[in-house]
Nanobody, 121 residues
């Protein structure tokens, strides 16, 4: 499974960005898809996670501002980010974990290379 993110960039505080993650390969073996972020000097943080059946969980810090969605074929994950704050500045990564039934795949999870989001004050 390969994950490719897009949509990052520079935006002023209060602005919006939309991130996309496209999965390829054995996408039928993906269970949960999620967005993580890592800001300089900080721990990696789970921003939003979407299960295969569409259940979504958000970090408290983004609730009400960010909206995650996953297409019905489960191969694309998006993150609509509104009311952005300087503290949202980070590298954002797409993540997917493997359905346990797909034992033939060697990896348990997958990461994209990341896309930078910078919010200026």
């Amino acid at each position: 499974v390969r994950l490719v993110e897009s949509g990052g960039g520079l935006v002023q505080a209060g602005g919006s960005l939309r991130l996309s993650c496209v999965a390829s390969g054995e996408t039928a073996c993906i269970s949960v898809m999620a967005w993580y972020r890592r800001a300089p000097g900080k721990e990696r943080e789970n921003v939003a996670a979407v299960t295969f059946d569409g259940t979504i969980a958000y970090a408290e810090s983004v609730k009400g501002r960010f909206t995650a969605s996953r297409d019905k074929y489960k191969a694309t994950l998006t993150l609509q980010m509104n009311s952005l704050k300087p503290e949202d500045t980070a590298e954002y990564y797409c993540y997917a974990d493997r359905n346990p039934d797909c034992w033939h795949l060697h990896e348990d999870d997958y990461w994209g290379r990341g896309t930078q989001v910078t919010v200026s004050s």
